[in-house]
């Protein structure tokens, strides 16, 4: 085995290909561009990066199609707290919020915090691997305080035309109605010796979810569809590569609760579909499309290049009904979000001493606006404002060197960034509610660093450290809401600070990693209620400044007992703590950090091909809060046991699979901070039972 493959292998793609029948060099290649911003294996960065590869995200998909599931039992850190609401993000990784990408493209953003709308935005049977940086990096700036989690798309890999078709059915087993989840893909590529293509379409069908006392759980049902395509010519020496990615959505019923209720209040047993319903809710949809151009070439004076062009467009009209003290009230917006950007990165290779110095270096430009009317679906006509539109430009340029001498590697790097923004005039009229006056706000630059060390304490097995800063500001669309003088809006760049030591490698046939970090940061950027409407249907979340200081643990151990049985397990641990100003230190709830979590999985196969998961997840209580903090609506979660099973076997010329999660139908509590000390929890959902069905050719 390459010895630099064998230090790459981490526990995610190492128990993957323990699994098979054979193990080959290829399939432990982790070439990751996420952590570097040039091609590189895990063991050249000196940070926590997590590779889940096809065979584990498909195996993943039999439980549950979406992605931050996927992700809660592969990669240790990720605190999923949003249950079924698709329409809201509560992904954090150690913590903080985290960037997603597509193919390298981010897609969110600094104007709001994300809907996650990106990572639903594409059909997860069209993902191929997931690369997950955890914890701030100081390589893609402000927007990934928390880490970057990068969605890879399926490409052919062949000369000879190649397909791949899905379908999946899954409902509840005890209350079946309305709970049916209905899942089709299609896709097509091939790789020829001076192109190749890949496209591929998908339908989804999501069903209500229920808890295990048959009670709907809040969330919105919805019918959508999705495309994605990549072609790329080799142009002698270099590569031009085109990507493009669609999506839409039309919601359904949207099951919901009565806004009014007290923080705390338990929403599970009073869960309805709002009636009379909206009026306009035919009108409703959400729209995503993501166009790449991209241009490589191995040898240009020197430099390996690496330029790309990205246009990234989400839309959405919102046509909802909702509950407020026993009345409906109904709130019409829509929003349009936009970003173009251009990234670029050159890599060169040098001797220095008695090693090899690499340095990647380059600029990043993007332009970012946000526009959210609140409007009269009957004439369009704008009457308020969630947002006002906002513009962000930013303009970055970074250095990242990194030299490897004897068994040490030492990286280092620098991003310095630019912004400058402004309210537009887009649907400006100053006789509305929270209209904002148009003009240019303050600039502001950031700066932020990075350092590491790895050192390799045997062909497979090395220890790391490092120093990484992250970056956020303040949500710009809601600092701007109301402004009657751009000039005074302060988006206050904040650098996070993380601290991290950690080990991986191979000892035998035992594959593990293990680390733990620290980070703190004096404005860390949050929402809170505007105090100003407390008591009203709507009230907008307006921005919040916090001292935050957080540290945990993660692990992770993969055994290949046999041939045929692996096991392995994940764990994370995380404390924390939020102090506004002027007001002591709260520790941070479940929605913000998983409490104490092990994941423990055992792969057997009865005999060749038929391949069984079983894993068990415990999640701790979390009892941080007194008496008081409670009744301001702080809440305290007590421990449950997920129990799921998998079973696939090859059918034909594909694979059939079966998966059962919340195997044993438990009650649990998912908890949702919707504003700052603002709980709302539910019961989550209990057994669901998916079919499936896989044919490659």
Same mark, same amino acid.
């Given at each position: ?57 498909? /195996? ?221 809710? #035919? ?15 191995? /040898? ?139 003009? /240019? ?50 988006? /206050? ?86 102090? #506004? ?117």
């Amino acid at each position: 085995m390459n010895k630099k493959l064998a230090l790459a292998c981490l526990p995610f793609v190492c128990g993957a290909a323990f699994a098979q029948e054979t193990v080959t060099e290829s399939s432990l290649e982790t070439v990751v561009v996420t952590g570097s911003r040039a091609p590189a294996e895990i063991s050249e960065i000196a940070a926590s990066v997590s590779v889940v590869d096809e065979r584990r995200i498909r /195996e993943q998909l039999a439980l549950d199609t979406n992605v931050l599931s996927v992700l809660d039992v592969a990669v240790p850190g990720l605190t999923v707290s949003q249950g079924e609401f698709r329409n809201g993000c509560r992904m954090n990784i150690r913590g903080r919020a985290a960037q997603f990408l597509i193919n390298g493209v981010p897609t969110n953003d600094n104007l709001r915090r994300s809907t996650c709308g990106s990572l639903f935005g594409l059909s997860p049977h069209a993902v191929e691997r997931i690369e997950v940086v955890r914890g701030s990096t100081a390589l893609y700036g402000a927007g990934a305080p928390g880490g970057v989690i990068n969605l890879i798309t399926r490409e052919a890999r062949s000369n000879e035309i190649e397909a791949d078709v899905v379908g999946q059915w899954s409902f509840n087993p005890h209350e079946r109605e309305a709970s049916h989840e209905y899942n089709v893909y299609a896709g097509m590529g091939q790789s020829l010796e001076a192109w190749d293509y890949y496209a591929g379409v998908a339908y989804n069908r999501y069903g209500v979810r229920r808890d295990p006392n048959g009670t709907v759980v809040p969330g919105t049902t919805f019918d959508e569809v999705s495309a994605h395509a990549s072609l790329a010519t080799r142009l002698q020496d270099g590569e031009l590569k085109f990507t493009a990615l669609f999506f839409k959505q039309d919601p359904d019923d949207v099951y919901s609760t009565d806004g009014s209720q007290l923080s705390g209040a338990r929403f599970a047993q009073r869960v309805f579909v709002p009636e009379p319903g909206n009026p306009y809710e #035919e009108q409703a949809e959400t729209t995503q499309a993501v166009v790449t151009l991209g241009y490589t070439h191995p /040898e240009i004076l020197g430099h390996a290049l690496d330029l790309s062009v990205y246009y990234h467009d989400e839309e959405l009209i919102q046509r909802s009904a909702e509950y407020f003290e026993g009345e409906v009230f109904y709130f019409d917006s829509d929003a349009d979000n936009e970003r173009l950007g251009f990234r670029s990165a050159l890599n060169r290779t040098f001797k220095l001493s008695q090693g090899d110095l690499e340095l990647v270096y380059g600029v990043d430009l993007l332009r970012q606006s946000y526009y959210r009317p609140q409007v009269d679906p009957a004439s369009g006509a704008v009457i308020g404002y969630v947002s006002p539109e906002v513009i962000l430009d930013q303009y970055a340029a970074f250095a990242q060197p990194r030299w490897q001498v004897g068994r040490w590697q030492f990286t280092a790097g620098v991003r310095h960034e630019r912004f400058s923004g402004e309210v537009g005039d887009r649907g400006y009229d100053p006789t509305l509610p929270r209209v904002a006056t148009p003009g /240019e706000t303050p600039d502001f630059d950031l700066t932020l660093f990075n350092v590491g060390a790895i050192y390799n304490l045997t062909q497979t097995l090395q220890v790391y450290g490092g120093f990484s800063q992250g970056a956020e500001i303040s949500e710009f669309g809601r600092a701007a809401r109301g402004a009657s003088d751009p000039a005074i809006i302060n988006l /206050e760049a904040d650098a996070s600070d993380q601290y991290e030591i950690g080990v991986r490698g191979n000892l035998g046939a035992v594959a593990f990693s293990a680390a733990a970090f620290y980070s703190t940061s004096d404005k860390a950027a949050d929402l809170q209620a505007d105090p100003s409407c407390v008591g009203q249907p709507l009230c907008p979340l307006i921005p919040l400044r916090l001292e935050r200081e957080l540290y945990g643990a993660e692990l992770t151990f993969d055994w290949r007992v046999r041939d045929d049985v692996t096991v392995g397990s994940l764990l994370t641990y995380q404390e924390g703590e939020a102090k #506004e100003p002027g007001a002591p230190a709260v520790a941070f709830g479940a929605d913000t950090l998983s409490p104490l979590r092990i994941t423990g999985y055992v792969e057997f196969r009865p005999f060749v091909d038929w391949q069984n998961r079983v894993q068990v997840s415990y999640i701790h209580e979390m009892d941080e809060y007194d008496a008081a903090e409670q009744a301001q609506g702080f809440l305290n979660t007590d421990s449950y046991t997920l129990v799921d099973f998998t079973s696939s076997y090859p059918l034909g010329r594909g694979r059939l699979a079966l998966g059962i999660s919340n195997l044993l139908n438990e009650e649990y509590v998912n908890v949702t901070n919707q504003a700052s000390g603002d709980f709302f929890y539910y019961l989550s959902e209990g057994r669901r039972a998916t079919l499936g069905y896989t044919l490659r050719f």
